[in-house]
């Protein structure tokens, strides 16, 4: 059985715009959080306390999916910046890593990005000699831009695949891009906190 949709799932928790609460920002910087849950299992350091949410999608009567979602924000120059780490971990498939599978991802991250009425979607894959992430896991980064109701937005984003482990593990850095260079001190912050 084939899954084209098999890293659909994660790209639209992981690129869809986050909005902040007001007073659940934190300008400390927790201690490295290892994250473990049944089988995601990895170290990140996030700037503030995240919070946690916890999915399981039956994709098929054979195949599932655990999904767990960190989120933490935080407010730069009165622009909240929210660092969004995601992992999915395939029950009963494997990931193959193939050109197809990631072409699909990115085509899913864009269709939730329209479905949250962002316009004015870019993308920009990250080159390897501009990576941030130096490991060795099969990884894309990339950035998006558009605009969300007259709110510009800017999201970098990194997409790890743990074949090992059968998960993949997104983190996402987003906010207006009144604050774009923050936005990349904060993602290249948390991409050198991750430890798979």
């Not at 992992?87 to 494997?94: A, D, E, I, P």
């Not at 709110?151 to 996402?172: G, R």
Request: proline residues 2%.
């Amino acid at each position: 059985m084939k899954l084209k949709h098999s890293l659909l799932f994660i790209a639209l928790l992981s690129t869809t715009p986050y909005v902040a609460e007001a007073g659940e920002t934190s300008t400390h910087e927790t201690n490295a959080l290892e994250i473990a849950n049944n089988t995601c299992k990895f170290d990140i350091k996030f700037a503030s306390m995240p919070k946690q949410k916890n999915q399981n999608i039956q994709a098929s009567p054979t195949v599932s999916m655990d999904l767990t979602q960190f989120v933490a924000t935080q407010t730069i120059k009165s622009a909240d910046i929210a660092s969004n780490v995601t992992c999915q971990h395939l029950v009963g498939h494997s990931y193959t890593g193939s050109q197809q599978e990631w072409t699909g991802f990115i085509d899913s991250g864009i269709k939730g990005l329209i479905k949250a009425g962002v316009t004015d979607i870019q993308f920009t894959k990250v080159g390897a000699d501009d990576a941030a992430y130096k490991g060795t896991l099969d990884n894309i980064e990339y950035v998006f831009t558009g605009d969300n109701g007259g709110n510009k937005q800017v999201i970098h984003n990194l997409a790890v695949l743990d074949k090992a482990k059968n998960q993949v593990i997104t983190l996402s850095v987003s906010g207006n891009e009144k604050v774009t260079q923050e936005i990349k001190d904060e993602y290249l912050r948390l991409v050198n906190s991750f430890k798979p």
